[in-house]
């Protein structure tokens, strides 16, 4: 078993990732202490893989102008926490100076991270997925969190891991 946190800015699609990989088996990290309750973790999977799971939940109230404080404590306890991260960007947005934050904290951080690049149906998040290249974290994974496309690829990517 290994632990996976998906992280990255409010709106992303990190939750719905999460739900997706859970299903309804999902516990509230409520029974700790300060930033550790707006951790979501839940039993994942991926066919035959297992794995627990991390949402940085409890982001959503704050907005691009407060990224210090709260949101960077919240993730760093989330990839201490991690065997690996999936870093979730909008591919339909493109980079944002928020996304270059979460870009640094990984960087500094985490020694494995998944770049996935979200919300890749359809060819309008072509630009965005090519943009996210300049993240410096590899090549980045295109998923749809909301249509369940790119579950096999994150799969083989996971499944070393396991
Ligand atoms: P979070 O704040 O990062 O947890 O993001 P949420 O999971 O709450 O999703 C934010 C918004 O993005 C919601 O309106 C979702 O329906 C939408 N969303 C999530 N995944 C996808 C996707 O794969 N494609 C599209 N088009 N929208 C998505
Ligand atoms: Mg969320």
């Known amino acids: ?11 992303v699609g990190k939750s719905t990732l999460f739900n997706r990989l859970v299903g309804r088996k999902l516990a509230l990290v409520d029974d700790q202490p300060g930033v550790t309750r707006d951790l979501r973790e839940g039993e994942g999977r991926l066919a035959d893989l297992r794995f627990t799971v991390i949402d940085t ?37 493109g980079i944002t ?20 690049a979200n919300k890749a149906e359809g060819s309008a998040a ?13 090549e980045p994974l295109r998923v749809s969190a909301e249509h369940g ?14």
């Open 149 to 162: 496309e790119g579950m096999s690829e994150l799969m083989s990517i996971l499944r070393p891991i396991s």
């Open 126 to 138: 072509d630009a965005g997925v090519i943009e996210a290249y300049s993240l410096g974290l590899g």
């Open 1 to 11: 078993m290994f632990t996976l946190a998906i992280v990255g800015r409010p709106n």
């Open 57 to 93: 939940a409890g982001l959503e109230e704050i907005t691009d102008d407060s990224l210090q404080g709260r949101m960077r404590r919240l993730t760093e306890r989330a990839v201490d926490m991690a065997d690996v991260c999936l870093f979730m960007i909008d591919a339909r947005t």
């Open 97 to 116: 100076p928020s996304d270059e934050v979460f870009a640094d904290i990984l960087r500094r951080r985490s020694s494995r991270v998944i770049l996935a």
